[in-house]
């Protein structure tokens, strides 16, 4: 129906009809009313007012309360721990990171990341035909989208943890924060160097990713933050390190993924230890309930959501549509290994914070979920288990 209607039309028209149908969609997909409700104000500001493309500087205003702990007890002796890992394993990224590898982005037998995103043959089948250099220069496309969203959401982990070392409770836990604000800006600082001085390519923030921060860093409530930065955005991140590590045989980069991996692993662990403890003492039923069903909803959005529309708009607008190139992106072998990983890591920290009780498992299960339950969650996962992903 919608495709008889663009029918004739110019191009920008359809642009605009089909972009706008799509985020309907975006929001008509946020089943529960609470979560629309929480979540609505950021859609609306990302994807229709696309404030993340129209201005250099964007402000979210945020109103969570600072905790002050005059007591300064230490006791929580598994975040301890988890402080004294971090201080342990810090890193620099001038120093620990050899900067002076040379790196050809167009290189066929060295790419930033293999051709399993949307192959050759493919984009023949729909009846895209790229010459052999024009299918490079779009796969290296491709990465430096992927890598400017990891650069975006790197920016965001960094507010957002300042903000989450305010509002937490234990002052063990402020401690442990203080050593995320300094991983996330040096994970900011990296991925900007390489975009900037190896790829020489950014892309704006996507409207999703965008929506999703703004949710996130304008949230009144601290525990909303965590769950939503600590356990959602960096399952999040853990999966497209992952799957692009794998996927790249660019020495430089899968050096600078190993690195990020090993804090955003501690970073998941940070928040699996807070708000397991705040889940099961401190909320009411109708709160946790909320929470259970706010994490289900950003679950599944992150899961469908974050398809390229940049990419498509620059390089296949007016060749196929719009909701063709959603489909190719979201089936391709490349994305389906992103989701695998993520949600191998995501869901088994939802159950260990209990925020997967009987009555939200037909949810999981209607939505493919179920099958990665029982895995470690991130109290039990080891360095070697993170590593032994990597190849």
């Given at each position: 129906?919608?495709?008889?209607?663009?029918?004739?039309?110019?191009?920008?028209a359809q642009?605009?009809?089909?972009?706008t149908?799509d985020?309907?969609?975006?929001l008509?997909n946020?089943?529960?009313k609470?979560?629309?409700a929480?979540?609505?104000?950021?859609?609306?500001?990302g994807?229709?007012?696309?404030?993340?493309k129209?201005?250099?500087?964007?402000?979210?205003?945020?109103?969570?309360?600072v905790?002050?702990?005059?007591?300064?007890?230490?006791?929580?002796?598994e975040m301890?721990?988890?402080?004294?890992r971090?201080?342990?394993n810090q890193?620099?990224g001038?120093?620990?990171?050899?900067?002076?590898?040379?790196?050809?982005?167009?290189?066929?037998?060295?790419?930033?990341?293999?051709?399993?995103?949307?192959p050759?043959?493919?984009l023949?089948?729909?009846?895209?035909?790229?010459?052999?250099?024009?299918f490079?220069e779009f796969?290296?496309?491709?990465?430096?989208w992927?890598?400017s969203?990891?650069m975006?959401?790197?920016?965001?982990?960094l507010y957002?943890?300042?903000?989450?070392?305010e509002a937490?409770?234990w002052f063990?836990?402020?401690?442990?924060?203080?050593?995320?604000v300094?991983d996330e800006?040096?994970h900011?600082e990296?991925?900007?160097r390489?975009?900037?001085?190896?790829l020489g390519?950014?892309?704006d923030?996507?409207?999703n990713m965008?929506?999703i921060l703004?949710g996130?860093?304008t949230?009144?409530?601290w525990?909303?933050k965590?769950?939503?930065m600590?356990?959602?955005?960096?399952g999040?991140?853990l999966?497209?390190?992952?799957?692009?590590?794998?996927?790249?045989k660019?020495?430089?980069?899968?050096?600078?993924l190993?690195y990020?991996?090993?804090?955003?692993a501690?970073h998941?662990?940070y928040g699996?230890?807070a708000?397991?403890?705040?889940?099961e003492?401190?909320l009411?039923?109708?709160?946790?309930?909320e929470r259970q069903?706010?994490?289900f909803?950003?679950?599944?959005l992150?899961r469908?959501?974050f398809?390229g529309h940049?990419i498509?708009?620059e390089w296949?607008e007016g060749?196929m549509?719009r909701?063709?190139?959603?489909?190719?992106?979201?089936?391709?072998?490349?994305?389906?290994?992103?989701r695998?990983?993520?949600?191998k890591r995501?869901?088994?920290?939802l159950?260990?914070?209990?925020?997967?009780p009987d009555?939200?498992?037909?949810?999981?299960?209607?939505a493919g979920?179920?099958h990665?339950?029982?895995?470690?969650s991130?109290m039990?996962?080891?360095d070697?288990?993170?590593?032994?992903?990597?190849?």
């Amino acid at each position: 129906m919608l495709e008889k209607m663009l029918n004739g039309m110019p191009l920008h028209a359809q642009r605009k009809v089909e972009a706008t149908m799509d985020n309907i969609n975006t929001l008509t997909n946020i089943k529960n009313k609470r979560v629309m409700a929480s979540l609505g104000p950021s859609v609306v500001r990302g994807m229709f007012r696309k404030q993340g493309k129209k201005y250099d500087n964007t402000g979210m205003v945020s109103e969570h309360a600072v905790d002050f702990d005059w007591t300064y007890k230490m006791d929580f002796p598994e975040m301890q721990e988890l402080y004294r890992r971090a201080v342990g394993n810090q890193w620099d990224g001038d120093k620990h990171i050899d900067w002076s590898i040379d790196v050809d982005p167009l290189n066929p037998h060295v790419p930033i990341i293999a051709d399993r995103f949307i192959p050759m043959e493919t984009l023949r089948e729909h009846g895209v035909k790229l010459t052999t250099t024009e299918f490079r220069e779009f796969n290296f496309n491709i990465a430096c989208w992927i890598l400017s969203q990891m650069m975006h959401g790197e920016q965001g982990a960094l507010y957002a943890s300042c903000q989450v070392t305010e509002a937490v409770r234990w002052f063990d836990g402020k401690l442990y924060g203080a050593t995320q604000v300094v991983d996330e800006a040096r994970h900011l600082e990296v991925f900007m160097r390489y975009l900037d001085t190896k790829l020489g390519k950014l892309y704006d923030v996507n409207d999703n990713m965008f929506s999703i921060l703004d949710g996130l860093l304008t949230d009144s409530r601290w525990d909303i933050k965590f769950l939503g930065m600590q356990i959602m955005v960096e399952g999040l991140a853990l999966g497209a390190f992952t799957t692009v590590h794998n996927m790249s045989k660019e020495p430089l980069l899968k050096s600078i993924l190993r690195y990020v991996i090993q804090d955003e692993a501690r970073h998941v662990h940070y928040g699996v230890l807070a708000l397991k403890k705040t889940f099961e003492e401190e909320l009411t039923p109708s709160e946790r309930r909320e929470r259970q069903e706010w994490a289900f909803e950003v679950a599944v959005l992150m899961r469908n959501r974050f398809l390229g529309h940049e990419i498509y708009e620059e390089w296949f607008e007016g060749i196929m549509t719009r909701k063709t190139w959603n489909k190719l992106i979201s089936e391709s072998d490349a994305m389906n290994t992103l989701r695998k990983t993520m949600f191998k890591r995501l869901v088994p920290n939802l159950e260990c914070i209990g925020l997967l009780p009987d009555s939200m498992l037909k949810h999981y299960e209607e939505a493919g979920l179920t099958h990665y339950m029982g895995g470690k969650s991130a109290m039990e996962l080891t360095d070697a288990d993170m590593m032994a992903d990597l190849h």
